[in-house]
Structures are given as C-alpha cells and as structure tokens.
C-alpha cells in the first residue's frame, strides 16, 4: 500500500488494514428497504433505527467512509452495495477515491445486468435471501463475467440474519436450503481462475467451508462480523465452544494464511468502523503466535493481491 495510507496500530506493531466487508448503506439502499413497508418514511425508519441515513450523494457518504478509515488508520476497504440495482452508488464512491475503495454490488442472478457492472470489482451473491441454488444456470453469467474480467465472487452461505430489516419490521423470508458451501464445489472447480470468497468463515458452516477451501484453491474466507455461529460448532471441534481462537487455529491449519481476508461487516454511521471486531481478531491470532509476515498477509495484502489484478 502507499505509504500515504494510514496505518493502525497493532499487536504485531502498525498494520497496513484492508477491510474486505465494509456495507455502503446508501440512500437507495434505505430507500429500497423504506419502500417495502407500506407507511414507513424515512423520517420513521432514521427515528426507529437510531441511524443517520445519508443524503443521496453517495461521494458524500464515501467521504464521511474516508474520514472514519482515517480516524482508525485503515487503508483501504470493499464498499458492499447492499441491495441488488445500488451498483451505482459504490461505483462513484470508488470513482471519488480510487485509492480507498473496491466496489461490491449484491446482485440477484435472476435479474443480472452486466452493463450494470462496468466498475464493480466484485460480484455478491446471496442464494438464501434470493431463493437459488448456486449452481442454477441463472448464476453462470455471473461466474463467467467475474472470468471474462478478471474479477471475484462472493457468495454468502450459512445462517443469514440483516438486522436492519428486523428493526424495521420487515420479514426475511430466507431459504437455508441454499445456504451450504458444498454447493459451491462444482462452480468454483469450473472457474478455477476466479476467486470465491464465502463471508464469515462460512457462517456456522465452517467445516463444509474448509473442505470447500481444502478442495478448491480459488475459494478464500472472510473474518468478518461477531462470528456468533460459533455457537452452533461441536466443542470437540474448538478449543472450546465459542473460542475465536480455536476457529482461527482450524483454517490457517486447512488453508493457510494466504487464504484469508479480515473483515469487520461495518455498515452505519454513527457506530462507523466496527473497530471491536479489528481488536477481537487481532488478539486472538496473536495469541495463537501468528507470525507478522501473515499477520500483514491477512489484516491487508491478502485482499489487494487477489482484487488488484
């Protein structure tokens, strides 16, 4: 990274941070979600949630995003769109400030748009709340653009929850069925020259996400958010039930370090960066004796090698 960037301060000493799972809650975003509840203003829904919703500009929001990444010496982080047809708003945001930002757009493969995606550096797929199986042939055009442009995929799998929609009152009629990594097996092994990144150590699906990894070497993991499905996981598995530490252990003895992306699942203002889940991490990776070369590899260089190409 340019030495420009900020740097956050470490166990380990300073880090160069990318942050590869950072929501862009836009105006359409709450628009969208505002839209699905007869009655509800947006007036009502900034009021319920407690939340500053952005104005329609999204450069505005993005810089408010620069300005929090300064304030926690963080280089650089996705920009997830987060509902399907908001490619826009991530992709000025990464216009304004190139240097900051990759653009991720949640996209429904039922619905796909390729000119849509001039910009966006990867495409986020979400099988449960969209009520697909991965592997449906609506969901190769998507595979074969990331291939045809040298871009990844990200597809969500395990235990969904938005909470932005229960606080709003609003249903989430997801379909776990479409939810296990193992789907995913046949795909990746067709595109072997497309990254695949599965969010949240697979969300309570962590061993059919290793073996996943383990047979596929384009499939990489995300660290982000609270990780509360590790209260789903055997304890003979663990260190013990509920230890990070443990989680950690497992994958970087299975896929290495170089197969891992931190994460936070940040997403609004006025919590801004998640910097709790950066210092959970951090410890419980120093505490397993994490050399800093991998340290470096996972807090930051591991995403910029695998969307810088």
């Known amino acids: 990274m340019p030495e420009s960037l900020p740097l956050r301060e470490s166990p380990w000493g300073p880090l160069s941070v990318a942050d590869a799972h950072l929501h862009f809650f836009s105006h359409r975003f709450f628009t969208t979600l505002v839209s699905q509840k007869p009655g509800l203003t947006m007036e009502a829904a900034a009021q319920q949630l407690g939340w500053h919703i952005p104005g329609e500009d999204p450069e505005a929001l993005a810089a408010n995003w620069v300005h929090e990444l300064d304030r926690h010496g963080v280089a650089k982080s996705a920009l997830i769109a987060s509902v399907p047809g908001d490619e826009a708003s991530v992709t000025a945001a990464v216009h304004a400030h190139p240097e900051r930002f990759f653009a991720y757009a949640m996209v429904n493969p039922r619905n796909w748009n390729p000119e849509a995606m001039a910009g966006i550096h990867v495409a986020c797929l979400f099988p449960a709340m969209h009520c697909y199986p991965v592997h449906d042939d609506a ?87 609270s990780n509360h499905w590790v209260k789903y996981s055997e304890p003979h598995h663990l260190e013990s039930r509920g230890d990070l530490r443990g989680v950690f252990r497992r994958v970087l003895d299975v896929i290495g370090p170089h197969r891992l992306l931190f994460g936070t699942d940040s997403s609004f203002f006025p919590r801004g960066w998640h910097q709790a889940i950066f210092e959970e991490q951090a410890r419980a990776l120093y505490e397993i004796g994490l050399p800093v070369s991998d340290a470096r590899a996972i807090f930051g260089e591991n995403l910029l090698r695998i969307l810088s190409r």
């Open 139 to 225: 969901v190769k055009p998507v595979f074969e653009w990331a291939e045809k442009n040298k871009r990844a995929v990200f597809v969500h799998c395990g235990v969904l929850s938005v909470g932005v929609r229960g606080k709003l009152g609003l249903p989430s009629p997801f379909d776990m069925r479409y939810s296990n990594p193992i789907d995913l097996h046949a795909v990746a092994l067709r595109h072997p020259t497309v990254p695949i990144i599965v969010p949240h150590f697979g969300a309570g699906y962590l061993r059919e996400a290793l073996m996943l990894a383990d047979l596929c070497p384009n499939v990489v993991l995300d660290t982000s958010s």
